[in-house]
């Protein structure tokens, strides 16, 4: 299931926070009223998507997490991407999957470029350290922020396919 956020593609509204993690929980129980099971589940989130899996991840029973080109926290990006900008602060705890992670109890990977120039391949790093295990990192040499899975070419999906076979 793939699904355009509110204010994302063809879905109307506004994205903020609170909004974003209804449609994520929502998808959730619209796989589950299909008889979808949820350790039969995967949830991927890529860059800000990876910050609402975090939120609708926690305290399930999913077969994995996977995350890809995803932050730590707003506050932390923001700090990278609008350093410029004197006194701009998001609000504390937006979209902090670092801590969120340790309320996920599934198996997680983590995929990150290595050379991405809008969230730092640190970020993904530090995403790793505090997920609990199972978990493997996938570190995409040459890969910026959009193209991860087109540098990677067929090792991309085959990768993920054989994690996914041993979660």
């Known amino acids: 299931l793939l699904i355009d956020y509110r204010g994302y593609g063809k879905?109307?509204?506004?994205p903020r926070e609170q909004g974003l993690y209804l449609d994520g929980r929502a998808a959730l129980e619209w796989l589950a009223a299909r008889g979808f099971a949820e350790d039969d589940t995967v949830v991927?989130?890529?860059s800000l998507g990876g910050?609402?899996?975090?939120?609708?991840c926690r305290g399930?029973?999913?077969?994995?997490?996977?995350l890809e080109s995803t932050f730590t926290s707003l506050s932390s990006v923001a700090r990278h991407l609008f350093g410029f900008i004197r006194g701009y602060?998001?609000?504390?705890?937006?979209?902090n999957s670092l801590e969120k992670l340790g309320e996920i109890c599934?198996?997680?990977?983590?995929?990150?470029?290595?050379v991405d120039a809008l969230i730092p391949v640190e970020e993904g790093l530090a995403l790793f350290e505090a997920a609990g295990g199972p978990k493997e990192l996938f570190l995409v040499a040459g890969a910026g922020h959009n193209d991860v899975s087109?540098?990677?070419?067929?090792?991309y999906g085959r990768r993920i396919r054989a994690w996914l076979d041993t979660t």
Do not use: W
């Open 89 to 95: 602060t998001p609000e504390a705890g937006a979209y």
């Open 11 to 14: 879905s109307e509204g506004i």
């Open 44 to 46: 991927f989130g890529k």
């Open 106 to 114: 599934c198996p997680v990977m983590i995929i990150h470029g290595d």
């Open 60 to 66: 399930r029973d999913l077969q994995a997490l996977i």
């Open 150 to 155: 087109i540098t990677a070419g067929p090792k």
């Open 51 to 56: 910050g609402v899996a975090c939120e609708i």
